[in-house]
């Protein structure tokens, strides 16, 4: 198991990350259209969700293939906090290799240590400090690795990660998880589990929640019980601005379908102002770099 990665920068290092978070510093180059958020700007964060699809050797678009399109993306978008789902244990440490080195992760795979998926939160070490974090699994016995229930034949599994913002000092929590992709009865209890936990966190604390929920917004049980009586709120529905179509985000590689299902989403509290929200078509060199598409949003706490 490998929760936590300690760096410790050197001093160029840090001049040049202190250089990169003043508010008039350069976005990374554009070649594929430019960013459709960005390296985020004064006290604003850019939450990230991405199902980056397993290392499936039989896959017609492979990792190897596949991998250095996820870099080019996490380059130019450059968030705050990334949450992936599918991630196996290579591609959590490949796309840590990618990231530039002030960035870290915590994750579990869903059987224990390495072993399987993980649900594993990406996070930029100048901009916000992890300082609690744990991992339950969605079923009747949460703390029990590796459990399941609920009619779901896999795993299925929430990371979170209390953080602190190293430049106000607030605090706030980011929750990822995956829900099943067969049983409607296992994504109707994960929700109801991941909202109790929520729940039990502090009703003062922010919280943005990512996921793959393999149900639509606004059109399913775990939506509107994620949602409802204004627990949590979509960030797409909430924004200040969208900065692109409201494409689904399951496109298969293929290219994106303006208002197609999106099963992944981005959900925040009342803590949490957003901006602006996006779900990114982005592509290099042709190539998508996962089977869905990855969502963004900017946000403020309050």
Known sequence: MRPFVHRTLSVAAAAVLAAALLPGAPAAADSDGGPVIGPPRGDQMHVMSYNIRYDNPDDANTWTERRPALKRLLAEERPTVLGIQEGL???VRDI???LPDRYDWIGLGRQGGSK????????DTGRVAPVA???FWLSDTPDVIGSTSWGNEITRMVTWVRFEDRRTGAEFVHVNTHFDHQSENSRRKS???VRERIGAMGEDV??????DFNAPAGDSAPFDILTGDGALSDTWDTAAERATPAYGTFNN???PV???ERIDWLLANSGVEVRQAAINPFTHGGLHPSDHLPVHALVELE
Not at 116 to 123: H, L, Q
Not at 206 to 211: D, F, I, Q
């Open 116 to 123: 399987d998926e993980f649900a594993a939160i990406y996070y």
């Open 89 to 91: 244990y290579n591609q």
């Open 206 to 211: 922010p919280v943005v929640l990512t996921g």
């Open 258 to 260: 303006e208002g197609g």
């Open 96 to 98: 840590e290799a990618d």
């Open 253 to 255: 590689y293929e290219e």
């Open 191 to 193: 929700a109801e589990l």
């Open 133 to 135: 974090y744990d991992h």
